[in-house]
């Protein structure tokens, strides 16, 4: 704008200065209303480019400014009553456009959609300057940390700010907890502040906001965050969606066997991935949510160093988990009610959980596939990412436990009577799995396979027909998972005869009472100094 110093170059500038500047000009038109100033009359806008990129310079910004305020019609192009607006730089790689949205003619500006309207146009304005063409969004993604939330962040030595914390904790908690109620009260109990709105005439919540401990306001306040506004599914409308009403009795939790929560967790991924091969849209997305939540779980519930790999992966997920496509939460209540079972796991069944990790590498890069098919880029590139985590985490926790199947291999003659085993059930694919170089940990599997109960070659055809084989690079290690999975038979048998006998097995496995998962599931970086 003419007229307006710069205080960056003119050492006689102020701030102050140009703050009058800046009013006088651009805030006219709401001066000339007089006391019929509209509320909320103005418009901000920050347009930064991509790290890496080269910087633009002035007259470039000057066009991008232009640019955006004509898209998103707070002042197209050869309007002469659009709204007043100005554009300033006050660091290298990024503007901030402020408009007030008052035209000359009194009315107001057609700004529908104008975020979606400044997206598309920055992707056109990237194409041209050659500039790194990021990815276009559906408006499900969460709200980003303002500059101050992250300088405050610095300032008291986070590593991220109340916003991401809060926002993890959430979900973590989410993905664990059975009712509305044990939602916040377990927030509660991880030092969270916890506000509720009800409603005027039932007393219902209605919404709900958070403040992270120790983060407040220049009035020493705390500072809040609406559900909503730390993502989109943690709103109070789409986290009912998740939760049961029903109330969950007081009394602990029984399971037959300790290990059929890691079972029916591998089960309904399993189910998951058919879902995403389907024409369902509302199903396959009601499971992308589920499986995020499975995500949190798995890490809360797992041991070892993959854990932080896992843990990553959760929260990279998190973008992948939501689209504009409405998730039919019903289709998904199997992997859910898995996931919420692994939440009060009370131990790690060492093959069985690698093998969950197995399957949940495989669902990630099908939901990356799934996303990418239908334009989601932004999910798209998250569920990679998150396949990436699960990857690395799966190969730290395999490699130890293939190479000890390994050493343990059954003698020569019964390897010999499983390859016979091999050609006869899986003929086309016998050739690739014997030269892999997981086959002798197979062969032990196998063996372990017999002692459970099962036949060996009807195990092979179950297990080698669930799924195509001709995509796997390695077949055996697919074959090795997926047997680990199945259940001990002869377990199964004796559980059922000392049911019938009247001398029940359960009360001797109870699981723990429910412990604030979100605190075992989050890095130390988040839960110190919070």
Request: net charge positive.
């Amino acid at each position: 704008m003419d007229g307006a110093p710069d205080p960056g170059r003119d050492p006689a500038a102020t701030y102050s200065l140009l703050a009058k500047r800046l009013d006088h000009h651009v805030d006219l038109r709401t001066r000339e209303l007089g006391g019929k100033k509209p509320p909320q009359h103005v418009w901000h806008c920050p347009v930064r480019t991509a790290p890496g990129d080269r910087y633009l310079t002035d007259a470039e910004w000057a066009e991008v400014a232009r640019r955006i305020v004509h898209a998103t019609g707070i002042a197209p192009e050869g309007d002469e009553k659009a709204c007043r607006w100005i554009a300033v730089r006050h660091a290298d790689d990024h503007i901030h456009i402020m408009a007030t949205t008052v035209r000359a003619d009194g009315r107001r500006p057609r700004t529908h959609h104008d975020g979606q309207r400044a997206q598309a146009e920055c992707r056109e304005i990237e194409t041209e300057f050659g500039l790194r063409r990021l990815k276009p969004g559906d408006l499900t993604a969460p709200r980003t940390p303002t500059g101050a939330e992250r300088a405050k962040a610095e300032r008291q030595g986070q590593t991220v700010t109340a916003r991401h914390w809060l926002r993890e904790q959430a979900y973590a908690v989410a993905a664990a907890v059975r009712t509305e109620a044990d939602y916040f009260t377990v927030l509660q109990s991880l030092g969270i502040n916890v506000k509720t709105r009800l409603g005027p005439e039932t007393g219902d919540v209605i919404g709900y906001s958070l403040a992270a401990p120790g983060d407040t306001n220049a009035a020493s306040e705390p500072v809040w965050y609406g559900g909503s506004k730390l993502a989109p599914d943690l709103s109070i409308n789409r986290l009912r969606e998740r939760l049961p009403d029903q109330k969950v009795a007081d009394h602990p939790r029984y399971v037959a066997d300790p290990t059929d929560p890691w079972r029916h967790t591998t089960t309904a991924i399993h189910t998951a991935r058919t879902a995403l091969d389907s024409d369902d849209d509302a199903a396959a997305q009601g499971h992308l949510s589920a499986f995020g939540d499975a995500l949190y779980n798995i890490a809360s519930a797992t041991t070892g160093p993959h854990r932080a790999e896992l843990r990553a992966a959760a929260m990279a997920f998190n973008r992948a988990r939501r689209s504009a496509t409405r998730a039919d939460h019903q289709a998904a209540t199997a992997l859910r009610k898995a996931a919420k079972e692994l939440a009060y796991a009370s131990n790690e069944p060492g093959g069985l959980a690698i093998a969950l990790l197995f399957a949940t590498v495989h669902l990630a890069r099908a939901v990356a596939k799934w996303h990418e098919q239908r334009g989601h880029e932004q999910q798209a590139a998250a569920a990679e990412e998150a396949f990436r985590h699960l990857q690395a985490g799966y190969q730290q926790a395999a490699a130890p436990v293939l190479a000890d199947l390994a050493r343990r291999a059954p003698r020569a003659a019964t390897a010999r009577r499983f390859e016979q085993d091999l050609r006869a059930a899986l003929p086309d694919h016998a050739d690739r799995i014997l030269a892999d170089p997981t086959w002798t940990a197979l062969t032990t599997t196998l063996a372990h396979a017999e002692t459970a109960g099962h036949n060996a070659r009807r195990l092979l055809t179950e297990v080698g027909t669930q799924r195509e084989l001709d995509s796997a690079k390695h077949p055996a290690e697919v074959l090795n998972w997926r047997i680990t999975a199945q259940p001990n038979r002869r377990a199964q048998a004796a559980r059922k005869r000392s049911t019938v006998s009247g001398t029940s097995s359960m009360s001797a496995t109870a699981n723990p009472p429910a412990t604030p998962v979100a605190d075992r599931s989050q890095p130390e970086s988040l839960r110190k100094g919070r």
